[in-house]
């Protein structure tokens, strides 16, 4: 089973920028779509954002389009989320999530990805 481990998260005003990383084990790991997702305190686990096994046709949910890039560099084994113009309902826990099924499309839900980091907090202050 693929590894997944989360850096990045902090605390940051509103308005600026956090670059979110997700570093994988396992050599087939750059087979996998891939995704980020979020879990504010009190709500329920939603899609922020996926990117098929080969880095291309990212698909966003409506609240983070323009604002965040999803990406991935399969020599380093590593998926990104560029988070520019934070705004405080942002706040949250992100995970990173891949599907190990080589060559698979992305989703947006949740229960279609095979593993998960433990998360990162992002905190965005008003």
């Known amino acids: 089973q693929v590894q997944l481990v989360e850096s990045g998260g902090g605390l940051v005003q509103a308005g600026g920028s956090l670059r979110l990383s997700c570093a994988a084990s396992?050599?087939?790991?750059?087979?996998?779509?891939t995704g980020w997702f979020r879990q504010a305190p009190g709500k329920e686990r939603e899609f922020v954002a996926a990117?098929?096994?080969?880095?291309?046709?990212?698909a966003y949910a409506d609240s983070v389009q323009g604002r965040f890039t999803i990406s991935r560099d399969n020599a380093k084994n590593t998926l990104y989320l560029q988070m520019n113009s934070l705004k405080p309902e942002d706040t949250a826990v992100y995970y990173c999530?891949?599907?190990?099924?080589?060559?698979?499309?992305?989703?947006?839900?949740?229960?279609?990805?095979?593993?998960w980091g433990q998360g990162t907090q992002v905190t965005v202050s008003s």
């Open positions: 999530a891949a599907r190990e099924a080589a060559y698979d499309s992305t989703r947006s839900q949740s229960w279609y990805y095979t593993s």
């Open positions: 396992g050599r087939t790991f750059n087979t996998y779509p």
């Open positions: 990117i098929n096994w080969i880095g291309a046709n990212p």
